[in-house]
């Protein structure tokens, strides 16, 4: 029986998503789970900030993720978990895997420019991000990373001139 | 000015009456509040490569318009511009000889706007005059009218974060009066490129200071430029 899951942002701005999603409402991040339950409970625990405890039933359930889609979704969650736990690069790997499964998830992208932030590289945190805009434009994750980006990457300055 | 002059002389109420309240009702557009008719004390300015200009501008009640420029310390012999008219709240005439196009919006508090050639654009900005143009004007007068308009303290801008967030880049164009104690007043935002930095600026310009003159009386323009600008940091970009 399809169970409804709000996975919202976590406190780092991240989106856990979810394993055999099969409808999704892409600007609230609301998704309905299929079947693997260790996936559902790890994305769960994941939005709530367990991390060790997401990640340990997420690799549960990736063992018993039968599709493709469901693998993706598991890889995504885990590069969400480990770019919150302040581990950038095992995040950035694990996003991989999950682009190179399935290459229109833009949580994916989203999250590994978020593990990109983290290490400093905001060209690379930026063309992720453009992906991820370019499949989902609406999503608000994606407008909070660009901005957290902006305000570590760019120097403003006023300039005045008197007329008199 | 504008509070005991609104009273306009009859000629040009009539005038401006005929002229405007049909459109304004027509097209709900404002009613002038400002009577433009005096002597102006003015600022002109444009891109920094051609520099500001102080002028006089008498507008009179015969829809005449004259201008001087401070030359040197000196104002310079009164110069006939085209005659003044004004549409939908808005007055406007020219200087042939510069071929500037001179409009300001007469909702404003005081004199003052953009000007255009065909290549170039500016603005303007007036306070007014305490005394009434003549032909020719006393060489000891300039300084009293025109004293130099010298800033003390010149407050930043905040950037606003969400602007930074946003990736919000911007110019804005505030002219104001500036009273005889050097304080800011009555500023307006001539140009404005986003509303984000409104606030910004005028807060800026309340805590910005400029010398203070003796005479009280004496109230002057000035405009100021504000751009606001991004620039990635060194190494952001690299990965």
Redesign the interface.
Known sequence: MPRVHLIGLATIGLVASAAGAEVEDRTVNRTVLGGNEFLAQGAEQIRVGQYDEGIRLTNIGLRQAPTVAERAAAFSNLCAAYAAKGNPDRAIDYCTQSIALKDHNWRAYSNRSYA?YLK?????AHEDLAVAASINPDARQIATI???I??????????????? | MSATRLGLPAAVCLATAVAVAPAAARKNHPSPALDPVGTWSC?V?SH?AFG?ERVLLDVARDGSVRAAHLQDGEITAWVSLTRWEIEDATLTFTDSRSGRHYAADLTRATLGGGWRTLTLVGGWWCSPADFVAAPTIDRAKPEALMP????SL?A??V?P?K?????KQGRAVSCFLVDADGYVVQPELVELSDEIFRAPILNALARSRYQAWPDERVLRP????????????TG????
């Open positions: 990109f400093g590289q905001y060209r690379k660009r901005g957290m902006n305000e570590r990457s760019l120097r403003p300055t006023v300039i005045m001139e008197d007329h008199r | 600022i300015y920094p500001d130099p308009l010298l800033p010149t930043t801008p950037y974060i602007a930074i967030r946003d990736a000035g405009c100021r430029t504000f751009i606001f600008r991004l620039d990635p940091l952001a970009t690299a990965d």
